[in-house]
């Protein structure tokens, strides 16, 4: 079964970035598309942000809207979460999911309709002075 292992974590201060990244292994079909959630302390995951496998274009939640990018690296298998100007809310583990269906095909809000199909194990960012 595919697996993702998420890494890049770490303490960051307040307007400082972080690279997140995610491996993808095990996937003998294209996946259909990517994203990163990220889940504070006493919260529910949320989405951050997503991506279509097929031609790359990005979906963000407007609480990231400028500050944060992803991208691929499909020789590599690699998706990347960079993000920056880092504020103390941005402080939760992220988690790199894979779901069913590309983004485009969603029609409601994407990250509400995700289907999960995968999971990684997260990785803890923390963003304090």
């Known amino acids: 079964q595919v697996q993702l292992v998420e890494s890049g974590g770490g303490l960051a201060q307040p307007g400082g970035s972080l690279r997140l990244s995610c491996e993808v292994s095990?996937?003998?079909?294209?996946?259909?598309?990517i994203g990163w959630f990220r889940q504070a302390p006493g919260k529910r995951r949320e989405g951050v942000a997503a991506?279509?496998?097929?031609?790359?274009?990005?979906y963000y939640r407007d609480f990231v809207q400028g500050r944060f990018t992803i991208s691929r690296d499909s020789s590599k298998n690699t998706v990347y979460l960079q993000m920056d100007s880092l504020t103390p809310d941005d402080t939760a583990v992220y988690y790199c999911?894979?779901?069913?269906?590309?983004?485009?095909?969603?029609?409601?809000?994407?990250?509400?309709?995700?289907?999960?199909?995968?999971w990684g194990q997260g990785t803890q960012v923390t963003v304090a002075s």
């Open positions: 999911t894979t779901a069913a269906h590309p983004v485009s095909a969603y029609r409601g809000r994407w990250y509400e309709e995700w289907q999960h199909t995968a």
């Open positions: 095990g996937f003998r079909k294209r996946y259909r598309a």
């Open positions: 991506i279509d496998g097929s031609d790359g274009t990005p």
